[in-house]
Every structure is written in structure tokens, then in C-alpha cells.
């Protein structure tokens, strides 16, 4: 189902990057039909006329392909990583793994952020920190008290260590 949609869209660029390179190879005798029967044509002879046409377009494919591949890049990096989903993701999930668009980030359940939501997210992001600042800082006094020999090294001068990893 969902990869059918990805079939979908990669079909849509390739029939537009084929309709696009028959434009590009095409607009040049499109051009001097067009100049042949409005009566501007004006160039030295059939054989300039082929090789300039000729040359141009391979310079086009060039730039054509280059783009192409440039937009492919682009899309792959920064469309949401959820499989078939083209949406630009630009909200970091799972500490960053993920980028994903706000229909599949899984804090905001298919829905555009709300302004409670994000106040929400908000709080709890700064209390997630508080609450792992807190954990380092038992961690730390654990460890200090553990160890009789650093604690009685570091007796004296025991508050400056503290205060490095708490505030
Ligand atoms: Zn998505």
C-alpha cells in the first residue's frame, strides 16, 4: 500500500525528467519551425544549425541530469524517514535518529503541534534534563562516597567538585 505510493512518485518524476528532456531536445526544432514559419530564421546553414542544436543539447542533459540527481539528494535526505512518506521531516525523533514530519513524529499523533502541545513538550523536555542532571549528580556523590580514599583526598575542597556537575 505504502510502497505503491513511493512507486507512484518515483514513475511521476521519471515521466517529468523524460518530458522535460523531450522538451529540452524538442524546443530547438520547435524554435526554428516556429522561426521558419514566422519568417525570422536567420543562420548560416543547415549544417551550423544542426551541430549548435546538437551541442546545446547535450550541455542541457548535462545540467538536466545534474539537477536531477541534485533534487534526488536532497529528497533523500531530508524527506521524513517514515518508509513512503515524502513530506519534509524536520522533527528530530529518538535523540536525533529520526527526522520525521509531523504527521509521523510520535509525540504529535498525525496532528500540526499545537501551541499547548509544544508548552507541553516543553516542560517535560526541561524536567527529562532536570531529572538526568539530578541522576549524574547522585551518581557522582555515590561514587565519591564510595571510595574512601578520593573522598578523604577531596574532603576539603569536596564543594567545588559537587557544584561542577549540578549547576
Ligand atoms: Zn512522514
Redesign the pocket.
Known amino acids: 500500500m505504502v510502497k505503491w505510493r513511493v512507486v507512484i512518485a518515483v514513475g511521476l518524476i521519471c515521466a517529468v525528467a523524460v518530458l522535460l528532456a523531450l522538451w529540452v531536445t524538442h524546443s530547438r526544432q520547435m524554435g526554428s519551425w516556429l522561426q521558419v514559419h514566422t519568417g525570422t530564421i536567420n543562420e548560416a546553414g543547415p549544417y551550423y544549425g544542426f551541430w549548435s542544436g546538437f551541442g546545446s543539447d547535450i550541455e542541457e542533459f548535462g545540467v538536466l541530469g545534474a539537477i536531477t540527481a541534485g533534487v534526488y539528494s536532497l529528497i533523500k535526505k531530508y524527506n521524513?524517514h517514515?518508509p513512503g512518506?515524502w513530506?519534509i521531516?524536520q522533527h528530530p525523533a529518538a535523540g536525533g535518529q529520526f527526522l520525521?514530519?509531523y504527521?509521523?513524529h510520535p509525540d504529535y499523533q498525525g496532528k500540526k503541534p499545537t501551541h499547548e502541545l509544544i508548552q507541553r513538550l516543553h516542560r517535560e523536555h526541561l524536567k527529562r534534563e532536570a531529572a538526568i542532571h539530578g541522576k549524574l549528580d547522585e551518581i557522582h556523590q555515590r561514587l565519591q562516597a564510595q571510595s574512601p580514599a578520593a573522598h578523604r583526598e577531596n574532603g576539603s575542597d569536596s564543594t567545588p567538585t559537587t557544584t561542577v556537575g549540578g549547576q
Do not use: M
Open positions: 521524513c517514515e512518506c513530506r521531516g520525521l514530519c504527521r509521523h
